[in-house]
């Protein structure tokens, strides 16, 4: 039996992306990105 996601539920995150836009899928990106080379450079 297989559930699959309401279109409430798909609405709502595209609401939801849209909110923060590129500016925030960017600033994520780059945040991950800089933690990923923080860890690189310390166990390096």
């Known amino acids: 039996m297989e ?4 279109p409430d539920k798909k609405t ?3 609401k939801w992306l849209k909110r ?5 899928f960017l600033f994520f990106l780059i945040k991950g ?3 990923l ?3 690189y ?4």
């Open 33 to 35: 990105l800089i933690w």
């Open 3 to 6: 559930t699959k996601p309401s």
């Open 37 to 39: 080379a923080l860890g």
């Open 20 to 24: 923060i836009g590129v500016w925030g």
């Open 41 to 44: 450079w310390v166990f390096k």
């Open 12 to 14: 709502a995150v595209l």
